[in-house]
């Protein structure tokens, strides 16, 4: 069946009135930052690569060497990472409760609570943009970041702040591995087919895409449970999908079955979306999405899943890699700036993004459900029909918490680690470890996005920083309304 995308209206913005925007701007961006512009990365080209989809290129014996060299490095540097914070999580005694640490140790739990202490005592100033920037200046979770923040589709933030990995400023377009935060996109998506007439939220997935990864998939597995994450889909885990050979891939996804149960899926609820997006529109999913989302909200070099286009000049050139071992040193993860592992994005696993991207498009879902109409987004009618699905549960997989999904998206975003302040109707997205989210609250018409380029592996550190930075966005609006 060919998908027909039904014509979408112009661009509209809701208003917003002139004292609410001013006041709230001066608000949120009293810091003075620093911005960026675009810096030469230290690879310029890559190996060879004979997968499907990917651009090739014919590397020299040197170059080929020294990428190999550094991806085993990186590989190390992972595992020498996960080693330790497993043998962390064993100890009957935690990082922050010993008191037998040695000296290097005891400065990490140090600077932790310093910090921990500072943002509990409200430290001024309470700008969004100035917390950001201090927590960058801190250097315990990060040494830049980026922050978007836009109000009824009026953008009062699009900055970034602190330092890259390779020392330079961090620009507001720098792109960093996004991870799950992409995953939006499939839901936009799904919600075109929808308004097309292409799909129904009912529609069995078996009687469209029969196995995914050699996983067969079950007749009472509907559309709508794929995209509330609730068909049990979860298995391998994004970090070892990431770290094995495309060719390996299939063999160490989950051979069970899946079963009808809430579960986060990482990997393949997004590659059977991605299938029945083909299926459907006779297209690849990256390439319906680029024309149909990405496009029109001109936003394709700021949310990029599409391996071809992340190996252009003007693309890779921005990249930029997380950095490890805050705050008691610095390991830029070199690998990932490889052109391999640049173009291994897709929809089901993730792009490279940027906050500009991240909330330009959040920005424009809101205006829609706000009774807008903007090119490249679905109707309201078939967002909230798809949102309607979303019922909080248990989720297994990789979060092990209570949550809820709607629409390939993370829905009330309170129970994802963003505090108290956002309200339960919002919707969005979190990364794991690179600690980048994106949410829409519907309450304040609020568009936050934002990326910390320090990998954080423990989930509290990660709610934590996400909370304080949400929370002085909204204390800063309520603070410029008065």
């Known amino acids: 069946m060919l998908c027909v995308v039904p014509h979408r209206h112009r661009h509209l913005r809701s208003p917003v009135s002139a004292h609410r925007t ?36 014919t590397a020299s014996v040197e170059e080929q060497l020294l990428a190999r060299l550094v991806e085993i490095y990186s590989r190390l540097v992972i595992v020498t990472f996960a080693l330790h914070y497993s043998h962390d999580e064993h100890n009957t005694a935690s990082p922050r409760e010993s008191t037998t640490t040695t000296s290097q140790q005891g400065q990490h739990h140090l600077h932790r609570v310093l910090t921990t202490l500072r943002f509990a005592i409200g430290m001024e100033p309470r700008s969004a943009v100035e917390r950001m920037a201090r927590t960058c200046e801190e250097g315990v979770y990060a040494l830049g970041g980026q922050l978007f923040i836009s109000i009824g589709g009026e953008v009062l933030v699009d900055e970034g702040v602190g330092f ?24 936009l998506a799904i919600g075109h087919l929808l ?73 393949m609820a997004g590659q059977i979306l991605s299938e029945l997006i083909k299926a459907t529109c006779n297209d690849s999913a990256i390439d319906f999405i680029e024309e149909t989302i990405l496009a029109p909200l001109s936003i394709e070099n700021d949310l990029v899943a599409n391996p071809h286009r992340a190996l252009e000049p003007h693309v890779l050139e921005r990249v930029r890699v997380p950095i490890g071992g805050l705050p008691t040193s610095t390991i830029p993860l070199l690998a990932v700036r490889l052109p391999y592992l640049v173009s291994d994005v897709s929809p089901t696993f993730g792009g490279l993004v940027n906050a500009h991207g991240l909330g330009i ?37 990789g979060l092990q918490r209570e949550c809820s999904f709607g629409a390939f998206m993370m829905t009330n975003m309170r129970d994802h680690g963003c505090g108290i302040k956002i309200g339960t109707n919002s919707i969005g997205h979190t990364a794991g470890m690179a600690n980048t989210m994106v949410l829409y609250d519907p309450d304040l018409k609020l568009t936050l996005a934002m990326m910390l380029n320090g990998l954080i592996y423990e989930y509290e550190e990660m709610e934590f920083v996400r909370r304080q930075i949400t929370t002085a966005v909204v204390e800063a609006l309520m603070e410029g309304e008065s």
């Open 22 to 57: 001013e006041a709230t701007a001066a608000t949120i961006s009293g810091a003075s930052t620093v911005r960026a512009g675009t810096a030469h990365g230290i690879f310029g080209h890559g190996p060879p690569d004979q997968s499907e989809g990917f651009a090739t290129h």
């Open 361 to 397: 498009l959040f920005d424009a879902i809101g205006q829609v459900l706000d009774g807008g109409a903007v090119a490249g987004i679905p109707s309201s009618a078939s967002l909230t029909e798809m949102f309607s699905a979303s019922e909080r549960a248990q989720h297994g997989g």
């Open 195 to 267: 308004d097309a007439g292409s799909v129904t939220l009912d529609d069995r997935i078996s009687e469209i895409v029969a196995e995914s990864f050699g996983v067969a998939i079950p007749d009472d597995v509907l559309l709508r449970h794929v995209l509330g994450h609730a068909a049990g889909l979860d298995g391998v885990d994004g970090a070892t999908w990431r770290m094995t050979p495309p060719e390996m891939r299939n063999r160490i996804m989950a051979k069970r079955p899946p079963e009808l149960r809430p579960a986060y899926s990482e990997l």
């Open 164 to 187: 890259s990995a390779f020392r330079e400023p961090l620009d507001a377009r720098h792109l960093h591995d996004g991870y799950c935060v992409s995953k939006p996109i499939l839901g």
